[in-house]
């Protein structure tokens, strides 16, 4: 399969090009799996760009009045937003393993803080603070974890992050309780306090959200629902795109692709061996020209571990040292620069190749469509270092 077949796929199944553009911002989260919500203010943005001229509030009217997206922990111990229907999905694929692991964690720091003599006494202490910080938030219906810290003596219990390192801190049980039962599926993160761009959450029982809890899923089918549906948006892929993805071992993605068999295509500009589903081998026709203006952590171009196709040879600008991406502007399937707000908060985008004036005017045409939707609002690294290309726009 070509490139510019690969482009063609991404533009329509991302919901990038103009005439696939969705109505809601759940087609959008669907058609992705989900998206990516470690800077809170992602979601909104990569919700509006693929959508039709639709009301700002169109994403917390989906995740906090309708309740038809949700917020969890994920693939790579990350948060992203999903619909309803994923949900149950990506937590038994992944999510139940971050649990275990955010379990273990919890009872060493407890362990370390001498809430009991033992290790029996350990885990009977945290059951009981499980079960008061349960019980304070169902009565409050909804609260930060410092509300909940005041609500039980157990849950102000200072434990020690990071102990011995430059960088240890102190935090209350509270708030890694609340990370421990949202990884579960029993809590989850609602309205945040300020406006859609803090992170700093209010939390509620996830029974609001699905009143008679997640479904269960045995997790290898788990797993393979996760990889069908990834493969459906991302496909043309590798093995190794999907485990970095999903934060899977070697043994699961191959459990996962053996259930799934897919086809393997050769992907061109010798990008390796691909995987398809077997259904979908069919030839995606090009669309119109388009251009999109992404935020930063989209889940589009973090989709992929080999990003060369789409990326070229700018990841240096766009990236930071961490591997996560900044704003990126794209043209036709590929990205050509990126953007950022003046102090002013005016989009500013920076081209890092010649595109010819069709493309800037697309470009500039995105940045107004874009620009009412972050009037008053500005967007500052959140979770991430600013990148190179940020720099440099942000100083004029």
Known sequence: MEVAQRRARLAVRHRLAGAARADDPVEVAR????LHSTDPSSVHVAAWVRMNDGAADAVERALYEDRS????LGMRRTVFVTSLDVAPVLQAACSRTVAARERRKLLGYLAESGVADDEAGVLSWLAGAEDAALRALTARGE?????????????????????????????????????????????????????????????????????????????????????????????????????WWAGWTKTQTRRAL????????????????GLLLADDLADTPEPEPWAALLPALDSTPMGWHERG?????????????????????????????GWAQDGAGTIVCRFLEDVGADAEAAVRAEADRLAPLLAGVRLSPRTRG???????????
């Open 386 to 396: 600013r990148t190179w290309l940020e720099d440099e726009l942000a100083a004029g």
């Open 143 to 243: 609260a930060t974890a410092a509300e909940l810290a005041g609500d039980d003596p157990r849950l102000s219990t200072q434990i020690v992050l990071s102990r011995g390192k430059s960088y240890e801190g102190r935090q209350n049980v509270a708030s890694r309780l609340l990370l421990l039962l949202a990884a579960e599926g029993r809590v989850v993160r609602g309205r945040p306090r300020g406006s859609w761009t803090s992170h700093q959450y209010r939390w509620a029982p996830l029974t609001d959200w699905f009143p008679g809890g997640l479904a269960e899923w045995d997790a290898e089918d788990a797993e393979a629902a996760l990889a069908e549906r990834w493969l459906r948006a991302f496909g043309p892929a590798t093995a190794e795109d999907l485990s």
């Open 31 to 34: 058609d992705l799996v989900a």
């Open 258 to 273: 053996t259930r799934l068999a897919p086809v393997e295509v050769e992907l061109g500009d010798g990008g390796g061996t």
């Open 69 to 72: 997206l949700i917020r969890l």
């Open 309 to 337: 196709w789409f990326l070229g040879a700018h990841g240096p600008r766009l990236f930071d040292r961490a591997g996560n991406i900044g704003p990126s502007v794209w043209w036709n399937g590929r990205i050509v620069g």
